[in-house]
């Protein structure tokens, strides 16, 4: 595990109670092993830590994007806050190697699970606001996205993926596309979707999220990259 002092340098924090960073980071896996060392995992923490989230990015996409309207500002913060935009975070401060796994949940690659990832960026976020308030919270998140926000910001409204796939599937003659709701799992208060687009028959993209909204939009982004990325459109 790495040095605990070098992910506080990394956050800008300096955390008065060092045991809420330390559960921040502890996955259920490891408390199913050692309940007697540690009785709780990081799912309350995640909980707090995607409503903080949530807001900081709703907040900043208001300020910075005035001439989006709700439904526009929704799926751009829903772009932004998505499993795969916060595992890719987490994967740039090496979040991973900072959290206490079991051992089958460590031999088959947590460290680097998107939602492991995911869930321990929440629950971080979420121990600095009750180690330190909102204020540091918001400081630290959007220094973590700045290039995150950077991006959703200069793309707009080219971020609403479903209606960007919609056209690019009619335009060549395809079905509207379809959404399935293939896999649910987790308990209810971190509850994860796995969805499928459709059209014609044919797979699109699949997508995983905290509900189905959130899963169609990455089910969407998936299938635009792959389509955009072909020599020509699948669908005739």
Known sequence: MADRAALEKTLG?????????????VHSSFVNENPAQVPKSNERLEFLGDAILGLVIAEELYQNIPDANEGEMTDLRAALIRGDTLAR?????????????????EANGG??????????LEAVTAAIFLDQ????????????????LRIA???????NYKSRLQEFVQAGGGETPAYYVTRTEGPDHN???????????TILGKGTGRSKKLAETEAARSALERLLSQPSPPCT
């Open 13 to 25: 924090i300096s955390f008065n109670d060092a045991l809420l960073l330390e559960q921040a980071l």
């Open 153 to 159: 910001v200069s793309q707009g409204t080219e971020t």
């Open 89 to 105: 975070v987490a994967r740039a401060i090496r979040l991973g190697d900072h959290l206490y796994l079991g051992k089958g949940e």
């Open 191 to 201: 509850r994860r979707f796995t969805v499928e687009v459709q059209s014609d028959d």
């Open 133 to 148: 308030g909102f204020a540091a919270a918001r400081k630290c998140t959007l220094r973590l996205f700045q290039s995150e």
């Open 111 to 120: 460290r680097d699970k998107t939602t492991n990832l995911a869930g321990a």
